[in-house]
């Protein structure tokens, strides 16, 4: 997601356009890289006796409420404590757990701030996974585990009570904010899930069952009987395909609900979604790319990241050949990766691809992605992609007074106006865990990288 990619316009101005690359003498490179980004995002942390909470570089638009750093996941609190809870596992530094421990406290002091706050004026994100409650809650169970934090435990237990008592009723199932994709009740609901496995109920279960049949049940169903899931509110229709926006994000929820009740009409729902993606397929020099919208001219744009490209969207993919070893949706997953290389990226910028490195639309997301396929495939190719994308993040980090910072053009309409944020989708806490990440398989060979529901891949190799 970016702050205005829901009004892209069309701008060649940066296509062909190479990113500038560095390759990593040693691994130790990508490590030391990520600590000098923690030292760049130390200057915008807020700390008092009991918490820690950090700006944003663009706080100030975010919210009109004086010094308050919003705690999302996306781009607030909750995505930078989640890269200091993995700078700790790669690390082991003993310096950086009481920062994990008052960053936490502060999230169960302040998650009740997003019920009444949305991020980038998008009605209902304060509800929903990545732009809010949600988001918080699932990086709280990711604490409380790895620390046995109990006060982690107790708050996100409050946050899956809180959605518990604001579902609304209808004839089709619950919902919470009427809106279906990832970013709004589908990943509610995927905070659920994740929920329901540490305080397991038969109203939760029911809650989680409910509100997936809502979507399935307001999704739009083509001729084909591909299933289209977008924006529920006719006053907003985005017709935004892919992972966080779109049917790829809501198809992958099918799933996660069908592993959790064998029940075979959440898996036949993602594989409707799949063939609603599969037939919206542009075909490229090689293989095909989904386009950034359904509709109009933005048709003919293609973004490539996690977001809203074929990085999110391969997620999906790969998860339901994980559900069904049918071969036919790892073939869709290579031919993205085709699709994305015909391109010119991860080195190449194009019409979506612009001025970008972060986990949400750019290449440290690539460097994830692709690291993650390896170490389930084993194929040579998804780990040289993941150490080009990696290039391209080292190319593109500038040293400043205080730390590394990455220089990106979140505003996509706009992709010569360059801003260096903080959190976790949209800025430097993002890419170096990505880094951190490659840095592990690297020195070491192995990965023990610990994923959260959203997240298809293996844990360790």
């Not at 959605?163 to 994709?181: C, F, N, Q, R, V």
């Not at 990766?337 to 639309?361: I, K, V």
């Amino acid at each position: 997601m970016c702050q205005n990619c829901l009004e892209h316009t069309n701008s060649g101005s940066h296509d062909s356009q190479d990113f500038p690359l560095r390759q990593a003498k040693s691994p130790k490179d990508y490590l030391n890289l990520a600590i000098q980004t923690a030292d760049y995002i130390d200057q915008f942390k807020v700390e008092t006796e009991d918490s820690i909470w950090w700006r944003n570089t663009n706080n100030e638009a975010q919210s009109s409420i004086p010094d308050f750093s919003n705690p999302n996941f996306f781009s607030g609190s909750a995505g930078i404590l989640y890269f200091y809870d993995k700078l700790y596992q790669v690390t082991h530094d003993k310096d950086y757990l009481p920062i994990i421990t008052k960053a936490s406290h502060y999230l169960t002091e302040h998650w009740q701030i997003l019920t009444k706050l949305d991020i980038f004026d998008i009605k209902g994100s304060g509800k929903g996974l990545y732009g809010g409650i949600g988001g918080i809650g699932l990086i709280l169970l990711e604490i409380a585990e790895n620390y046995n934090n109990e006060e982690a435990l107790k708050s996100a237990q409050e946050i899956a009570h809180y959605y518990l008592e604001t579902a609304k009723p209808s004839d089709e199932g619950i919902y919470w904010t009427g809106d279906s994709p990832l970013f709004h009740d589908s990943g509610i609901l995927l905070f659920l899930i994740k929920a329901y496995q540490h305080f397991p109920s038969s109203r939760l279960l029911e809650t989680i069952k409910s509100g997936v049949r809502y979507l399935i049940a307001t999704g739009h169903r083509h001729i084909d009987n591909g299933l289209e899931i977008n924006t529920v509110s006719d006053s907003d229709k985005r017709d935004l395909p892919n992972w966080e926006f779109g049917s790829a994000g809501a198809g992958y929820l099918f799933g996660k609900t069908y592993e959790l009740t064998h029940d075979q009409y959440f898996l036949q729902a993602a594989k409707d979604a799949a063939t609603f993606l599969v037939n919206l397929a542009v075909p490229q020099e090689q293989g095909y790319l989904i386009p950034y919208r359904t509709n109009g001219p933005q048709r003919q744009i293609f973004y490539l990241g996690n977001c809203h490209g074929a990085i999110g969207t391969s997620r999906f993919f790969y998860y339901l050949y994980q559900l069904t070893k049918d071969n036919y949706y790892l073939e869709q997953v290579e031919a993205l990766t085709a699709g994305l290389l015909s391109r010119g990226a991860p080195e190449q910028q194009s019409n979506g691809y612009w001025n970008t490195t972060t986990f949400c639309c750019g290449a440290a997301g690539f460097i994830h992605h692709f690291l993650g396929l390896y170490v389930d495939k084993k194929e040579t190719l998804y780990l040289d992609l993941a150490r080009r994308s990696a290039a391209v993040v080292l190319g593109n980090a500038s040293k400043s007074e205080n730390g590394v910072r990455f220089s990106i053009a979140f505003n996509r309409i706009s992709p010569d106006e360059l801003s260096a944020f903080t959190g976790f989708y949209d800025g430097a806490a993002g890419i170096a865990t990505a880094l951190l990440e490659l840095y592990q398989f690297e020195s070491q060979q192995r990965l023990k990288w610990k994923r959260l529901i959203d997240d298809p891949f293996a844990a360790r190799i």
